[in-house]
């Protein structure tokens, strides 16, 4: 089971970009999904989330500017970045509450992806 996640790369202050991330492997089914980031220097930050019946929650920085979503069929999460800021620079990776079936066993975990690079500058 693993996330993977894309869309990363270089925007300029205002633009926009999407990110993705989807779940492979042996999932039954995919609960909680979020997007974090961690800029230099600074700590890891919960930028938005989305539960599996569709409630979301977002950092105030993010509020107005990133829209999460997700395709349940896709197992994929998305992080819309509209009006990126310099601030937004960040190596941004997704986390995900997936369910395996292992036999007859359910088996809950959370899984990391790996981190896509986002940079803004003009």
């Known amino acids: 089971v693993q996330l993977q996640a894309s869309g990363g790369g270089s925007v300029q202050p205002g633009g926009s970009l999407t990110l993705s991330c989807t779940a492979s492997?042996?999932?039954?089914?995919?609960?909680?999904m979020g997007w974090y980031r961690q800029a230099p220097g600074k700590q890891r930050e919960l930028v938005a989330e989305?539960?599996?019946?569709?409630?979301?929650n977002y950092v105030d920085s993010a509020k107005g500017r990133f829209t999460i979503s997700r395709d349940n069929a896709k197992k994929t999460v998305y992080l819309q970045m509209n009006n990126v800021k310099s601030e937004d620079t960040a190596d941004y990776s997704c986390k995900a509450e997936v369910t395996t079936l292992q036999g007859d066993q359910l088996h809950t975990l959370y899984i990391w992806g790996q981190g896509t690079l986002v940079t803004v500058s003009s």
């Open positions: 492997g042996n999932v039954f089914t995919v609960g909680d």
């Open positions: 989305v539960t599996s019946g569709g409630r979301t």
